[in-house]
Nanobody
Framework: QVHLVESGGGLVQAGGSLRLSCAAS????????VSWYRQAPGKQRELVAA???????NYADSVKGRFTISRDNAKNTVYLQMNSLESEDTAVYYC???????????WGQGTQVTVSS
């Protein structure tokens, strides 16, 4: 079975940092594009950062310059380094792994990030 497990969330003060991890099992993670999404209460789930199989990255404007997505294929793990956290970053963060041809899409259970003012 395919499992994605997020970790690293928690409570942090504004201006602080957290590193989220998404660890995969049951897949060869290197052939998947991986994204981090987040969902705050009452809001739609939004894309935060994405990394392709080739290692190119993209970020939401709201986190650009503060967040960094990276991957360690040997460990089947993708990271999201979050610096200069703001209260607006408070959300449940989800890891998503996507394979094309054939099309598969996997989600983790999410990890809570709470940034206090």
């Amino acid at each position: 079975q395919v499992h994605l497990v997020e970790s690293g969330g928690g409570l942090v003060q504004a201006g602080g940092s957290l590193r989220l991890s998404c660890a995969a099992s049951g897949v060869i993670f290197s052939v998947y594009a991986v994204s981090w999404y987040r969902q705050a209460p009452g809001k739609q789930r939004e894309l935060v950062a994405a990394i392709t199989r080739g290692g190119s990255t993209n970020y939401a404007d709201s986190v650009k310059g503060r967040f960094t997505i990276s991957r360690d294929n040997a460990k089947n793990t993708v990271y999201l380094q979050m610096n200069s956290l703001e209260s607006e970053d408070t959300a449940v963060y989800y890891c998503n792994a996507r394979h094309i041809n054939p099309n598969y899409n996997y989600w983790g259970q999410g990890t809570q990030v709470t940034v206090s003012s």
